[in-house]
């Protein structure tokens, strides 16, 4: 219960940091919705399925959890460049 709180409480900020980063160029909003959604995701079996049913994340949780065998240093930097690959992808469809 107090997992299932902190990742509520987690997801919240961090949407809220995602929107405040859509309005203020210099804060990467994307990553921190992100980040929001996977907290979420964890929290809750009903966003849980309801992103897994989405084809863009699912290909992102499938390379993330490809790389568990990597190092810390090398997940921080396929977070940023899935972060950037779904940014890019997301406005080129407009």
Same mark, same amino acid.
Request: with cysteine.
């Given at each position: 219960?107090?997992?299932?709180?902190?990742?509520?409480? =987690?997801?919240?900020?961090?949407?809220?940091?995602?929107?405040?980063?859509?309005?203020?160029?210099?804060?990467?909003?994307?990553?921190?919705?992100?980040?929001?959604?996977?907290?979420? &995701?964890?929290? &809750?079996? /009903?966003?849980?399925?309801?992103?897994?049913?989405?084809?863009?994340? /699912?290909?992102? /949780? /499938?390379?993330?959890?490809?790389?568990?065998?990597? &190092?810390?240093?090398?997940?921080?930097?396929?977070?940023?460049?899935?972060?950037?690959?779904?940014?890019?992808? =997301?406005? &080129?469809?407009?």
């Amino acid at each position: 219960m107090i997992k299932r709180f902190a990742l509520l409480t =987690a997801a919240g900020l961090l949407a809220v940091l995602g929107v405040i980063g859509l309005l203020v160029p210099v804060i990467p909003g994307i990553l921190f919705l992100l980040m929001a959604a996977a907290c979420a &995701s964890l929290a &809750s079996d /009903r966003v849980h399925q309801k992103m897994n049913h989405n084809p863009a994340y /699912r290909r992102w /949780r /499938r390379r993330w959890d490809a790389s568990a065998g990597l &190092s810390t240093w090398n997940r921080i930097k396929l977070s940023f460049w899935l972060s950037v690959d779904t940014t890019v992808k =997301a406005f &080129s469809r407009r």
